[in-house]
């Protein structure tokens, strides 16, 4: 039988974006399904105020194309969302990806047909299309989630969340603004609708820690000191843990001074992007000694910057250690909370009872609005597949298979469901995203290829080698602090059922550990899978 496609990539954000980059070269029929009315996946639709990289734009865009690198002028260190869109929206021009996408068609359904060996995909508008692949490019921070507060639906203001803002721009001036949730998104908002609201008053439920971001724009001598060293610059990436240009300091924290671990701290502090998180010295995010000493600078930092000593005690985190959640990057964060406009609730001392048609009520208070911003965050990793009814051999549903937490080969397969290649799924090693997208991009590109030329048209994954790479995410994630506490990483939303309880959500590992195993699952023939 036939298909319609030989591939459908459901998502038109990077992944998907290169993922039919390469499949054309394969002279493959491909078919972009995007619920969106436009490219960028995460960059289209998280258009709130103040989104932005925390990590070096040069270090964050497409690597595959010498000519894009040339042909695009980065403005500041940390991209801004519009001008990222931008740049997104050129690469689907410059290499005529949009013919083979269509918008505003969200994937409602993903089955495998055993008879036939090949996956038929249905939109959310009924229609059906077949193919021998279907590669998910779903990401893994795209299913937002509301907080689970009553009477949320009754608020009679504008309200959105982060994740669904509008196309328009949104008029703080005068306005009595409540942002909800005070994670990367949260503190991005904040610090930039505090310029402008009326009254900004903040609901957070968990401090979060947060370290200067440092963003300036690009010189035109900088600018082309970077086209000059691309190639340095993504040789460090592949290099690095995460993938970043930052890495951890060969040191431990106890074999220097005091002295010299207060002034290497100030200098991370001091200096832009990441390095303060992933630059620490390599003990710092698994010892709890060692990351008190980080905690306890950051914490002071805080203190010096926020002139209430009361407010300034209820923004640090006392219930995990710097570094073990992602650490948002800020730009005058702390100093928000000095503006007489501002101000903070802590709702783990006064919760939310309700939300009204007029406001929120605390446990202590109740308080009028005109707009309400949820920065609530994702069902992270699994909660964009949770989406989609997507079964495999025999009709078994992955949300169920999945549903103590997600098992998968590399987090590119799944046991049970054939022909089904995910970028980015779950074990999948984050870090620097694009490198991690362009890296599974590859492999996956690389196992069409090989059942191309070898006339093979069914993949899946062996369970002994399922099995045995669960061992070893299970073992690489052991002895990691960011493992023993709630966050996305660890797979914890609150607001959604099922989800409550932590899992090892991610690849815990090094990336180049990461791609050294791949390289040997993929070696001698790949033999963790049957190919047929
Ligand atoms: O989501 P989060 P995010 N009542 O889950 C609170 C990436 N990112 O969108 O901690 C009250 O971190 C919740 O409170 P708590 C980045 O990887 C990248 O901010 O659960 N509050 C928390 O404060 C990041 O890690 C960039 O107690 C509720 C917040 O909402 C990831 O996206 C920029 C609540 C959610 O924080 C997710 O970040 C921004 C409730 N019912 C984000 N439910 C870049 O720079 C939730 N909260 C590229």
């Known amino acids: 039988m036939s298909q319609d496609f030989d591939a459908i990539i459901i998502g038109a954000g990077m992944s998907g974006m290169y993922q039919l980059l390469r499949l054309r070269e394969l002279g493959m029929k491909v078919r972009v399904f995007e619920a969106g009315s436009g490219v960028g996946g ?10 932005r990289f925390d990590s070096e734009s040069y270090s964050y865009g497409f690597s595959f194309s010498k000519e894009l690198l040339q042909d695009w002028n980065w403005t500041e260190h940390f991209s801004p969302q519009p001008e990222t869109l931008r740049y997104l929206d050129h690469v689907a021009d410059r290499f005529d990806l949009r013919r083979d996408m269509q918008f505003n068609s969200r994937v409602a359904s993903a089955h495998y047909r055993d008879a036939s060996q090949d996956w038929i995909v249905t939109l959310a508008d009924g229609s059906t299309h077949t193919a021998r692949f279907v590669i998910t490019a779903i990401g893994p921070l795209s299913a937002a989630t509301l907080p689970n507060i009553e009477g949320r639906d009754s608020f009679a203001g504008q309200s959105f969340h982060t994740y669904y803002w509008p196309h328009e721009a949104v008029d703080f001036a005068g306005k009595r603004v409540a942002v909800i949730g005070t994670g990367a998104t949260g503190i991005q ?11 900004l008053t903040v609901f957070q439920r968990t401090p979060n820690w947060a370290a200067p971001l440092h963003n300036r724009p690009i010189t035109d001598e900088e600018q082309a ?10 040789r460090r990436c592949e290099e690095t843990f995460s993938c970043f240009l ?5 040191r431990g924290t106890f074999e220097v001074t005091a002295e010299e671990r207060e002034a290497f701290l100030e200098k991370l502090y001091g200096e832009p992007g990441f390095g303060i998180w992933v630059g620490l010295f390599r003990d710092m995010l698994t010892d709890p000694a060692a990351n008190a000493i980080v905690s306890e600078f950051i914490a002071r930092k805080i203190r010096s910057r926020v002139n209430d000593p009361a407010v300034a005690e209820k923004l640090i985190p006392t219930n995990h250690g710097f570094g073990t959640r992602r650490v948002p990057m800020e730009t005058r964060y702390f100093e928000v909370y000095n503006q ?3 101000t903070l609730v802590d709702i783990k001392a006064t919760p939310i009872q309700c939300i009204t048609s007029t406001g929120i009520t605390t446990t202590d208070a109740s308080f009028d609005f005109d707009i309400i911003i949820y920065a609530t965050g994702f069902d992270a990793l699994t909660g964009s597949f949770d989406r989609i009814d997507i079964r495999g051999e025999g009709g078994r549903v992955l949300k169920q298979d999945w549903s103590g937490g997600a098992r998968t080969l590399m987090g590119m397969l799944v046991e049970g469901f054939p022909n089904l290649l995910m970028l980015l799924g779950p074990h999948t090693a984050l870090g620097n995203i694009p490198r991690s997208i362009e890296y599974n991009v590859d492999w996956v590109t690389r196992l069409l290829a090989h059942m191309r030329q070898h006339d093979l048209t069914h993949v899946a994954a062996r369970p002994e080698a ?13 002895g990691l602090l960011s493992n023993q506490v709630d966050s996305w990483f660890t797979g914890v939303n609150r607001n959604v059922a099922g989800k409550e309880t932590r899992v090892i959500a991610r690849y815990s590992g090094s990336a180049p550990d990461y791609r050294a195993k791949c390289e040997e699952i993929a070696a001698g023939g790949y033999r963790a899978m049957v190919l047929q």
């Open 42 to 51: 995460t960059w289209y639709w998280n258009r709130y105020p103040g989104a």
């Open 225 to 234: 000191g970077i086209k000059a060293s691309y190639p340095d610059i993504f």
């Open 340 to 342: 007489p406009n501002v």
């Open 466 to 478: 399922v099995a045995e790479w669960m061992d070893h995410v299970m073992a690489i994630g052991e």
């Open 189 to 199: 908002t904040i610090q930039e609708v505090a310029k402008t609201a009326g009254t």
């Open 246 to 250: 930052h890495t951890a300091d060969p």
